[in-house]
C-alpha cells in the first residue's frame, strides 16, 4: 500500500534531516583527530614510563604521570568539547530552520486531496507561521533543558576517568605495549561515540520540537500526529511497534537516543468539514511491512530469543515496548529486555 502524501512529505524532509545529521557527524569526526592523537602519545609516555622503571602496580597508579594523564585527558576533550557545542548547535539552528519552511508543506500534503491551505484560508483559517525568536529553546539546549555544553562537560569528565583508569590498569596488569595500544583505542572512542550521539539525538530533537510547536500553533488545522517509524533492518522494534501511534500536540514523542522517527500532521479530514466524501485507505503501517519481512530481518532486529517467542505467539510487537524517563533524554521508548518479556 502507497504512503500518504503526508508520509512523503515527511519522509522528503527526514532524508534532508539526515543529511544535516551526516554533515554534523563528519565535522564532530574530523575535529576529533588531533585529540585522539594528542591522547595517545600522552598514553604512550606513561606507558613507556612504567614499563622503563618496572614499576609494581600499585605504584603505576600513584605515578604522578596517572595523575598528569588525567589532566591532559580532561584538558583535551575541555577544548574539544567547545568545538562540538558549537557543531550542534549549528546543526540544531539548520534543523530547526528546515522545520519552518517544510512544517506548513508537510501539513498541505496532509489535508484531504482537493483541499489546500490556500483554501482553507479562504474560510478564516490560516495558517500560522511562528517568528523565529519562539523557536530558540530549541538551539543550542539538550533533552534536559540545559545547554548542550553542560552535557558535554559532564561525560568529558567521566571519559577522562574512564580512559586514565582503564590505561592505567592496562599497564598495572602487565600487558604488552600493543594490548596497551588496543586499550587506548577502545578507550578513547568512547569520547567520539558518545559526542556523535548526543550530536545525532539533539539535532533531531531540536527539529521535532520545533516541528510540534508548529502543529500546536496551528490545531485548528493540525489535530494531533502520528509517529512514523523508518522501514528498515536497523530500525529499532520498539519504534515498529509505535508506529502510527497518535499523539496531542502538546505531548513530545517518546524518542529514544539515535531515534529516527518522523511526525506525520493529523490533519483535517472531509468528515471534519462536513463533506460525505470516503476517506482514503490508511498507508502501510510499520507493524504491517514488518511481518512482510524475511524471518532472518526479523531475527536481527528482535534478536533471537524475542524473535522465538513472536514466532511462537508467546508475544506481540506491542508486548515488546516499555516507555522510561531519563534525566537527560525525557521520556524514551525502549525494547523490553528479554528478562522483562519473560521469555
Not at 131 to 158: C, M, Q, S
Not at 203 to 216: G, Q
Not at 228 to 253: F, K, S
Amino acid at each position: 500500500m502507497p504512503a500518504s502524501d503526508a508520509q512523503e512529505a515527511v519522509q522528503d524532509m527526514a532524508k534532508r534531516l539526515a543529511a544535516m545529521e551526516a554533515n554534523a557527524a563528519n565535522l564532530i569526526i574530523e575535529s576529533y583527530r588531533p585529540v585522539d592523537r594528542n591522547i595517545r602519545a600522552d598514553i604512550g609516555r606513561v606507558s613507556a614510563l612504567a614499563q622503563k622503571r618496572k614499576l609494581k602496580p600499585w605504584q603505576i597508579m600513584r605515578m604522578t604521570a596517572m595523575t598528569t594523564l588525567r589532566a591532559q585527558v580532561v584538558g583535551e576533550l575541555a577544548i574539544w568539547h567547545s568545538v562540538v557545542n558549537g557543531i550542534v548547535t549549528d546543526g540544531q539552528r539548520a534543523a530547526v530552520g528546515l522545520s519552518q519552511t517544510g512544517t506548513r508543506q508537510i501539513a498541505n500534503a496532509g489535508l484531504p486531496r482537493g483541499i489546500k491551505l490556500d483554501n482553507l484560508a479562504r474560510v478564516g483559517i490560516e495558517w500560522n507561521r511562528l517568528p523565529v525568536e519562539a523557536y530558540r529553546n530549541f538551539v543550542g539546549i539538550a533533552g534536559d533543558g540545559k545547554p548542550i555544553g553542560n552535557l558535554l562537560t559532564r561525560y568529558g569528565a567521566e571519559n577522562a576517568a574512564r580512559i586514565a583508569d582503564d590505561i592505567g590498569s592496562g599497564i598495572a596488569q602487565g600487558k604488552s605495549p600493543r594490548e596497551v595500544a588496543r586499550l587506548a583505542s577502545r578507550a578513547t572512542g568512547v569520547p567520539l561515540s558518545e559526542a556523535l550521539l548526543i550530536g545525532r539525538t539533539e539535532i533531531n530533537r531540536a527539529h521535532r520540537e520545533a516541528t510540534r510547536l508548529s502543529y500546536v500553533a496551528n490545531s485548528d488545522i493540525v489535530k494531533g500526529y502520528k509517529r512514523l517509524a523508518a522501514r528498515d533492518d536497523v530500525t529499532c522494534i520498539a519504534c515498529i511497534a509505535l508506529d502510527g501511534t497518535l499523539y496531542e500536540n502538546e505531548e513530545p514523542l517518546d524518542a529514544h537516543p539515535n531515534c529516527r522517527c518522523a511526525m506525520v500532521p493529523n490533519t483535517l479530514t472531509y468528515e471534519d468539514m462536513g463533506l460525505d466524501i470516503p476517506e482514503p485507505d490508511a498507508p502501510e503501517s510499520a507493524q504491517a511491512w514488518f511481518r512482510k519481512q524475511p524471518e532472518s530481518v526479523q531475527r536481527d532486529m528482535m534478536k533471537p530469543r524475542r524473535f522465538e517467542a513472536f514466532k511462537q505467539g508467546k508475544i506481540d510487537l506491542s508486548d515488546m515496548v516499555s516507555i522510561r524517563s531519563n534525566s537527560i533524554w525525557g521520556k524514551s521508548a525502549t525494547v523490553k529486555s528479554v528478562k522483562a518479556l519473560g521469555v
